[in-house]
């Protein structure tokens, strides 16, 4: 059985490499602006939620796999200094510079190592993660500033990685130079106060009562007297802004290291819903005649929930403002359905869908994160808890982004009314 359970060793390896990734990755989500990259991220953490989940099944099925799902001492050490870079892009560089292109190599050494025939079941698999890699280089490409921190930044995860012969250990080993130093043993990461969108205004809040301070009017979603062109556009602004979604969600899984990996699998999956819902507006908004370069972008929600513990973050997310979204976005998907807009009825069909299993991943997985950090309330108690404990943090940290843009230039309720036609 040697030959069965060599494989296994490095299906496991693999299996840890790809969980550690979507752990650590989904640090450079809320510290990137531009939300086409932060859509691309959350599509590769998905992709490596998936790697990993066949690689797990797979591996299970030949003997030396092991039970257990714990990621070893040195791949966490890698990741976790991997984080470290203050500034987004020399980290997305160390990423998908230095850490990338070793799990591809590692994942052609398999394929090269395994008999094509006795082990073709993993072939298949490898094949096919060989392929997602290759991709995933080529559509970082476009999001990758050189600099000399870069270079030096991807130099010094490659020494790491080399001084273990590779991922696997598949290559020659050559040793840390003797003044190498570890990021790690002088600091630790910590989530920023805030997200960055980029180019994009910012603000606090999307959502008033004012048609003439934020694009969203709550009495207007659910007036019947609003014209549902104007709704439209308000939903999509409110699809756009699910990026507060992501930003926050992308917090949740570096703070939860010990989670079993099918919560970081559905939370991986949570993640690039609301990244596919918040380009759902991105894209269509400026179909509508709406400059995105004009449309603010909401912190508030992010800069609140990275206050709270990470188990608090999830329960605000899924049984409070998801399962009670459900009311209004019924009575906006009746309203569009007049506007005989057949792909606007698709978007909002299927992220209806979407939500619904977010609230069944939180019915799912809140007990057991709770777990995780001690809390032994009944979840009806804490979730009380937790949305008073949000009313006193929005207080202390909410509302402090001042609108990015002068009232002339966002776009409001009334210039909502205005680009339809309406005055
Ligand atoms: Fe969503
Ligand atoms: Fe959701």
Redesign the pocket.
């Given at each position: 059985m040697a030959a069965v359970q060599e494989m296994a060793r490095l299906q496991r390896v693999l299996f840890e490499l790809e969980r550690e990734f979507l752990r650590t990755a989904t640090t450079l989500i809320y510290r990137v602006g531009e939300p086409e990259l932060k859509y691309l991220l959350c599509q590769h953490v998905w992709e490596s939620a998936g790697h990993a989940r066949f690689l797990r099944e797979r591996g299970r099925e030949m003997a030396g796999f092991g039970n257990g799902e714990d990621v070893r001492p040195e791949i966490r050490r890698l990741f976790t200094e991997a984080i470290l870079p203050e500034d987004a892009d020399v980290a997305l560089a160390g990423f998908y510079g230095a850490i990338k292109p070793a799990l591809l190599h590692a994942y052609r050494h398999y394929l090269s190592a395994t008999h094509h025939l006795a082990d073709w079941p993993s072939r298949k698999l490898v094949e096919e993660f060989i392929g997602d890699e290759e991709r995933h280089a080529r559509e970082i490409v476009a999001f990758q500033k050189d600099s000399p921190a870069a270079a030096e930044w991807t130099q010094h995860l490659g020494a790491i990685i080399a001084a273990g012969g590779g991922l696997l250990g598949e290559r020659t080993r050559i040793p840390l130079p003797t003044d190498f130093i570890w990021l790690s043993d002088r600091r630790t990461y910590r989530h920023p106060e805030t997200c960055k969108r980029g180019r994009y205004p910012t603000c606090s809040s999307v959502f008033s009562y004012d048609a003439d301070e934020t694009p969203i009017v709550r009495p207007w979603l659910v007036d019947p007297a609003t014209d549902a062109r104007v709704i439209r556009i308000m939903v999509y602004v409110w699809?756009m802004m699910?990026m507060d979604?992501v930003d926050y969600l992308a917090t949740v899984f570096l703070d939860t290291p010990n989670a079993p990996f099918d919560l970081h699998h559905d939370l991986a999956r949570h993640l690039w819903?609301?990244s596919r819902?918040?380009a759902f507006g991105y894209r269509q908004l400026p179909k509508l005649g709406v400059d995105l370069t004009t449309v603010e972008h909401s912190l508030d929600l992010y800069n609140i929930l990275v206050q709270m513990p990470p188990h608090e973050r999830y329960a605000m997310m899924t049984m409070e403002f998801?399962a009670g979204s459900f009311p209004t976005k019924a009575l906006v998907m009746d309203r569009i359905r007049e506007l005989n807009d057949f792909e606007a009825d698709t978007l909002l069909a299927f992220?209806r869908n979407?939500?619904q299993n977010?609230v069944r991943y939180g019915h799912r997985w809140l007990p057991e994160m709770m777990a995780l950090f001690g809390e032994t309330r009944p979840v009806e108690e804490f979730v009380k808890a937790t949305q008073a404990h949000f009313k006193t943090m929005a207080e202390r940290f909410g509302g402090r982004t001042p609108h990015g843009l002068p009232a002339e230039r966002r776009l409001t309720g009334n210039k909502i009314k205005a680009l339809v036609g309406i005055a």
């Open positions: 699809l699910e979604a819903d609301e819902h918040s998801e992220d979407d939500e977010h």
